[in-house]
């Protein structure tokens, strides 16, 4: 089996992701750091032997590179229970982990990303203009998911798969964008539930 690197800055809930997927699978994973905020993914040198996209996580399987961190979660998975073997099943999941990331993910990671990391006091007057809106996606995005899991443990089927961990990443680090996990009860269960897995692992 190909040796598996992770080029990630640990902050990020994409590059989080992957080493959940990997944690509960068991598969040792190297990790290798950039400062995202330092330009470190911007190099020459990044751009031309990671990825010429400028951006993380890639997961680096022994010398080609994948970026994208739901393919990436695909690929360390393909093959396990974290990937229903039913054929609905399957594409629901896939349904989830597409939500999460044009629904999900360019809400209330990016209200993270500006209010934790970036500072409200640092931002672009068009990012400034852009908080309301990103705030009521984020919402609308936690009210689909608090609905779904009301009457259920997991969002795909009877057991965790790739679209809980996609979903766990920016989530459960949401009120560092402003949002309240309190007034989505379900959400705040199904939390609980995936931090109790067998081999989680805290994001850095």
């Known amino acids: 089996m190909d040796d598996l ?3 990630e800055d ?8 992957i080493r959940l997927t990997a944690a509960l699978l068991g598969k040792p994973l190297a990790c290798k750091q950039y400062d995202i905020m330092q330009g470190e993914t911007r190099t020459p040198e990044f751009l031309r032997d990671v990825n010429a996209n400028g951006r993380i996580p890639v997961l680096q399987i022994g010398d080609r ?4 961190s739901n393919a ?17 099943d ?3 999941m896939l349904r989830w982990m597409f939500f999460e990331q044009y629904n999900h ?17 640092n931002l672009s007057p068009f990012q400034e203009s852009q908080i309301m809106a990103k705030r009521a996606g984020g ?27 996609a979903l766990y990443a920016y ?7 402003g949002f309240r996990l309190q007034d989505y009860p379900a959400i705040c269960r199904w939390l609980i539930r995936v931090s109790g897995l067998p081999g989680y692992v805290r994001m850095s």
Not at 148 to 165: K, M, N, P, Q
Not at 171 to 177: I, L, R
Request: one cysteine or more; hydrophobic letters at 45%; aromatic letters at 12%.
């Open 10 to 17: 640990p902050r990020s809930g994409n590059c989080y992701k």
């Open 171 to 177: 989530t459960h680090v949401c009120e560092a964008g």
């Open 105 to 121: 993910e360019p809400n209330i990671a990016t209200l993270r990303f500006w209010l934790q990391f970036v500072g409200e006091a």
């Open 65 to 68: 590179f994948l970026p994208e």
């Open 139 to 165: 919402e609308d995005a936690l009210a689909v998911m608090d609905e779904h899991l009301a009457g259920r443990d997991w969002f795909v089927g009877d057991s965790v798969t790739l679209a809980d961990i």
């Open 72 to 88: 990436a979660c695909w690929y360390l998975a393909e093959g396990s229970p974290l990937i229903p073997g039913e054929a609905f």
């Open 5 to 7: 690197t992770l080029h």
């Open 90 to 92: 399957r594409a629901d």
